[in-house]
């Protein structure tokens, strides 16, 4: 952020009055512009014991393979979101929506919300933003050609959840991508 | 928003190629500027039979009593936000988190998480944007002086679930106003 977005004036970064640390404020017309964490919203959609992956049509990591999940956007619920984003990255319906795991990505201000859905029917396809679509089984994850760390962790998590019977709900964290090497 | 954050231009509402609703997007140096919901987290610390409500010491709502809670940060986990507006709002310390009740206020554009906690010591005393901090048990609420329907909608849910002995955690929805009182 270099401009206010209220008055167009040169933003400035520095801690607030009665704050405790830096934000963008204006100068001009005292606007204080926060950051905040924005919430992405996917689904494990299920089929018997098969669930839907999308591989990737657009970058970062295309061509990799993810769950469909996508920013929430103002105004919708996250169950919604989670629906839309089902519908625009694999054609595919979903419903039975249970909130399953969360997970701070707190180095990059992202919040991630993922449902276990029951997925309507085998007539899926994929969406502007994926090359192909599949329902897989777990010997059949691409577990070396996963897109993101997180979505790796809710697999991992989901499928040995699978084998003890039970999904409690549960919050993750995602490290630096630096933390993990370490150790 | 009336100006772009990136070059100071002023930006139009329209739809952007490829998308499906409008944005504030920039004519001069093409960025597209999203509105995301915003993550508020807060607490019910309980001791024993009772819990910590605040009463607020700021507009909106001021007078009314509250959970505290508050904006997550970027940068911070869930939890590290609920345990910074407890100390902040209540002068409180909190330990042993669990996720408890999600809401969607899809109409504002906030997404509410709330846990239970356990309040570590009795020694508190209200921050700037309180007037007064106090551990009240469940005949104590002040149920005609809550400050906000969905502060309203977890203390009712979670004194429910208290006689019931367990604490599912839930999503719900806040409604406009309007839709409650017509409904």
Not at 98 to 103: E, N
Request: proline share 8%; with cysteine.
């Amino acid at each position: 952020m270099k401009f206010c977005s209220a008055c167009g004036h040169p933003v400035q970064l520095a801690v607030p009055p009665g704050d405790d640390r830096p934000r963008h404020f204006c100068p001009a017309c005292g606007a204080v512009h926060y950051e905040n964490p924005r919430v992405v919203v996917g689904a494990i959609a299920e089929r018997e014991d098969r669930i839907l992956l999308c591989r990737r049509a657009i970058e970062p990591r295309l061509g990799l393979w993810t769950l469909p999940a996508g920013y929430l956007e103002s105004g919708e619920t996250l169950a919604a979101g989670a629906v839309r984003e089902t519908w625009e990255e694999a054609g595919a319906r979903i419903a039975e929506l249970t909130p399953y795991l969360m997970f701070n990505i707190a180095h990059i201000g992202q919040i991630y919300l993922l449902f276990r859905a029951r997925l309507l029917e085998e007539d899926f396809a994929p969406g502007r933003e994926s090359l192909e679509v599949r329902l897989l089984s777990e010997e059949e994850i691409p577990w070396g050609r996963i897109a993101f760390p997180v979505i790796g962790e809710t697999l991992k998590t989901y499928f040995r959840d699978r084998r003890r019977g039970a999904f409690p709900f549960a919050i993750g964290d995602i490290l630096p991508a630096a933390a993990w090497e370490a150790g």
